[in-house]
C-alpha cells in the first residue's frame, strides 16, 4: 500500500504562485510514477502533470510553461509549482502514484487540496 498526502493549497489571486507538495509512505519507490490531477467545479477528474520513473516529465498542454512538477526520491515527496495562476486553475489538486506492472498499473491517491484562484 500507498500513502499520499497533500499540502500547499489555498487561495491566491490571478497571476499568483502556489507550490503543491505530496509526501509518500509505505511501498513507495522510485519505480512508481507520481503526479498530479485535478477537479473544477461541475468537471471530470483530468491529468496535470507526471514524473516519470525514468526522470521523464509530462505536463497537459494549458499548463505548460507555468507549472513544474519535481521529485525528492529521498525524500519521497513530489511537488508540483503553480506560477501565473488562472482562475480557470481552481480545483481540488490530487496526487497519484502509479506502480506499473507487466499486465497494467495500480494507482493510489491522496485526499486532495483545494486550489482557488481569484480574479
Known amino acids: 500500500q500507498v500513502q499520499l498526502v497533500e499540502s500547499g493549497g489555498g487561495l491566491v489571486q490571478a497571476g499568483g504562485s502556489l507550490r503543491l507538495s505530496c509526501a509518500a509512505s509505505?511501498?513507495?519507490?522510485?519505480?512508481?510514477?507520481m503526479g498530479w490531477y485535478r477537479q473544477g467545479p461541475g468537471k471530470s477528474r483530468e491529468f496535470v502533470a507526471s514524473s516519470l520513473s525514468d526522470g521523464n516529465t509530462n505536463y497537459i498542454s494549458s499548463v505548460k510553461g507555468r507549472f513544474t512538477i519535481s521529485r525528492d526520491t529521498a525524500k519521497n515527496t513530489v511537488y508540483l509549482q503553480m506560477n501565473s495562476l488562472k482562475p480557470e486553475d481552481t480545483a481540488v489538486y490530487f496526487c497519484?502514484?502509479?506502480?506499473?506492472?507487466?499486465?497494467?498499473?495500480?494507482?493510489?491517491w491522496g485526499q486532495g487540496t483545494q486550489v482557488t484562484v481569484s480574479s
Open positions: 509505505g511501498s513507495i519507490s522510485s519505480s512508481h510514477s
Open positions: 497519484n502514484a502509479r506502480r506499473w506492472y507487466s499486465a497494467g498499473y495500480r494507482d493510489y
